[in-house]
Each structure stands twice: as structure tokens, then as C-alpha cells.
């Protein structure tokens, strides 16, 4: 029998329920949630591919706007639900089992004020690409949602001028930066975040904005590990706080 966990979130303020057999939350969920620019009391935000939560369970830190979290997999669903209830959130942040493709009548289009997703991140080419434990598979691979889709269908979701944040791989940028401008979605703000000095990035956050005019900003990167084990001090006060 696969037992749950209840673990701290970064900087202790937050605990979230998580097992070993499905997919955990990750640094960049939380640096996602920081990421966004987000209204900070009235509004509606919205997170696709929410796993178990982390994202909107983060981004209460920041934010009293209603919260939806859609998430495809029942069991990630069930373990949201009792985070949020963990935590006396389940007033602020309603999870929503759904497909992001067929999302049903409990979803109003052009309604939200900013959209977050941390989708899977590898496309499928083959059955070698896929894991056998079909929960990690989800996570990982387009299988259930391409990049194309989760880019469209925050479009649809979002006001005029709210934002889409995402978080990726940083070799898909021209990728995502084509598709944003392909569903009326104008990239202004983008940042890097490098395992250590002197590597190469491994996730970038980029934030659109709808009907935007033309600009981009690049923020300063992050350098995470200052050696194999410990933060960088910078970057741990940002993940940490």
C-alpha cells in the first residue's frame, strides 16, 4: 500500500500532500507560482496541469483572487483537494478534475485575470519516450496536451490584457514564443534559471500578455546551486521566503 505524505513547501508556510508513486511537485511549480504577476486581492486565476496543487497552494501566498486548479488525473485531483483543505484554502482554490481540452460549464471563457501552467514538458515520438508508470507519462509527455494547446486554450481563458505565465524548457522558446503570438498572446517579460555558474539554462518562465503591445523584458537569471548541495544565497531568500 502506497502511504501519502504531508510535506512542507518551501519556506514552511505551506503543506501539501504528495505520494512517490505520482508525480511530485518540482522547483519550477514554485518558481511559477513567484514568477507571475498576479492581482492581489479581487480577480480569478486559473492553473493548468495542476498535479497535486503546488502551484495555487504557492500563489496564496501572494494573492486573496479565487483560485481553479485543473488537473486531468483523479488521484492528483483527490490529494489537491485534501492540501487545500490541509491548509483552509479550499474557500480560495477550487480544484477542477478535467480534461483542459473539454473543460465543462464551470469554466467561463475570457474570465480570468492571469492563467498558469506547468505543462508536460517533452513531446511524444515514440513509444521509448513514454514511462511505464502512466501518472509520471502524463506529467512528463504531450500525451494529453500539446504545447499548441495549452497556449490556446489560456488564450480563450484569459481577459483582455490579463497574463499567461508559463515555465519550460528553455529549448522550446522559439516555440512558445511563435505560438503565443499565434493566439493574440504578446510575450513581455521572460527570465532563465541555471542549475549552477557558468551552465546553461535548464527551465525558462515566460509571461504573455493578451493583445499586449510589442516589448519584452528579460529578467535577471537565476543561478541555483552555488555547489553540488546548497543554494546560492540570492536565490535561496527568493525560494525560501
Avoid at 490541509?86 to 492571469?114: M, T
Avoid at 537569471?221 to 525560494?239: A, L, S
Amino acid at each position: 500500500m502506497i502511504k501519502e505524505r504531508l510535506d512542507y513547501m518551501p519556506g514552511g508556510k505551506r503543506t501539501i500532500f504528495q505520494r512517490r508513486d505520482v508525480f511530485s511537485y518540482s522547483m519550477d511549480a514554485v518558481l511559477l507560482a513567484k514568477f507571475v504577476q498576479l492581482p492581489s486581492q479581487n480577480g480569478k486565476v486559473i492553473d493548468l496541469c495542476a498535479g497535486n496543487g503546488a502551484v495555487p497552494l504557492m500563489m496564496t501566498l501572494r494573492t486573496k483572487a479565487k483560485i481553479d486548479a485543473v488537473e486531468i488525473q483523479n488521484l492528483l485531483c483527490e490529494l489537491a483537494e485534501r492540501t487545500m483543505k490541509e491548509n483552509g484554502l479550499d474557500e480560495q482554490v477550487n480544484v477542477i478534475g478535467a480534461d483542459l481540452l473539454e473543460l465543462g460549464p464551470q469554466i467561463k471563457w475570457e474570465s480570468y485575470d492571469a492563467v498558469t501552467c506547468n505543462p508536460p514538458y517533452f513531446p511524444v515520438t515514440s513509444e521509448k519516450n513514454k514511462n511505464e508508470n502512466v501518472h509520471f507519462s502524463l506529467a512528463r509527455h504531450e500525451i494529453s496536451c500539446t504545447l499548441d494547446d495549452v497556449i490556446r486554450i489560456s488564450s480563450k481563458l484569459v481577459k483582455q490584457k490579463g497574463r499567461v505565465a508559463i515555465v519550460h524548457r528553455p529549448e522550446r522558446v522559439v516555440d512558445i514564443f511563435a505560438t503565443m503570438k499565434k493566439y493574440r498572446l504578446e510575450p513581455k517579460r521572460l527570465q532563465y534559471v541555471h542549475p549552477k555558474k557558468g551552465k546553461e539554462a535548464n527551465m525558462i518562465f515566460v509571461e504573455a500578455v493578451r493583445e499586449g503591445n510589442p516589448g519584452v523584458k528579460t529578467l535577471p537569471p537565476w543561478i541555483v546551486y552555488k555547489d553540488e548541495k546548497n543554494y546560492t544565497e540570492e536565490f535561496r531568500n527568493h525560494y525560501e521566503c
